[in-house]
């Protein structure tokens, strides 16, 4: 029976996907963004190990929070690494009525499209819109992302795409303009304030913090940089 490897679970989530949300944060990345909050979730079979029946019978506990309105989110690390569990876990949820999505910065497999038949939602993280400066942030390749975008609209899944915005890194108009490309067909999308919360964690963790001294981006900024996202997209459309 398939196992899944849990890092921790979160009852009250409000910024994970629709309404309040029961977030499951499983083990495992093959990232290693410069600006990740959870680093001790890159190890792969660490955490708590469950079967998807035991993940389930815990977490569809809080029900009476997330209602009919909200539901289970899987996050990380990359939940996609576990595909195979996750679509034993998804699919008692969609027996139970739950609703569910993914936080995911994008992966594609066999596997992973076979649980995309039991998801709701993919929230998928585009960390950044140039292939070099991609590999520069998160020690991957951009393909991942791209090749799973492709594919949330071609089968028509819902999605919205996220991006952390990161002063000096990919808080320039260019670069939002080309990730307006990838928000067209997204349900809804959203840029997010850099945060140095999981800092604690790098240095627990022994792990050389490279953003040492980047503060967050300034609300004007912000601000800015949304108007123009929404500006292009608006106009993309009319294309």
């Not at 039991?118 to 020690?139: C, M, Q, R, S």
């Not at 997010?192 to 604690?200: D, F, M, V």
């Amino acid at each position: 029976m398939e196992k899944g490897y849990i890092h921790s679970i979160e009852s009250l989530g409000t910024v994970d996907g629709p309404g309040v949300r029961t977030v499951v944060f499983l083990q495992g990345c093959v990232l290693r963004c410069r600006y990740c909050h959870n680093p001790d979730t890159w190890e792969c079979n660490a955490g708590k190990a469950y079967t998807a029946k035991e993940l389930f019978d815990r977490v569809i506990k809080f029900r009476p929070y997330f209602g009919s309105s909200g539901g289970i989110t899987a996050s990380g690390g990359e939940p996609l690494i576990q595909a195979k569990f996750l679509y034993e876990f998804f699919k008692l949820l969609k027996e139970a009525g739950v609703h569910t999505a993914i936080d995911t910065s994008g992966l594609i497999n066999e596997h992973v499209k076979k649980l995309l038949t039991k998801t709701d939602l993919v929230l998928l993280d585009i960390k950044h819109t140039d292939p070099i400066e991609y590999k520069k942030l998160t020690g991957s390749d951009l393909i991942a992302p791209q090749k799973m975008h492709a594919y949330l609209i071609e089968n028509n899944i819902p999605f919205w795409i996220r991006q952390v915005i990161v002063p000096g890194i990919n808080d320039n108009i260019e670069q939002i303009k080309e990730l307006a490309k990838y928000c067209i067909h997204a349900q809804k999308y959203e840029l997010i304030s850099y945060h140095t919360l999981g800092l604690n964690k790098w240095k627990k963790l022994n792990i050389p913090y490279t953003l040492e001294g980047v503060d967050p981006p300034s609300k004007e900024l912000m601000t800015n940089l949304r108007t123009a996202l929404k500006e292009e997209v608006n106009r993309l459309k009319t294309l």
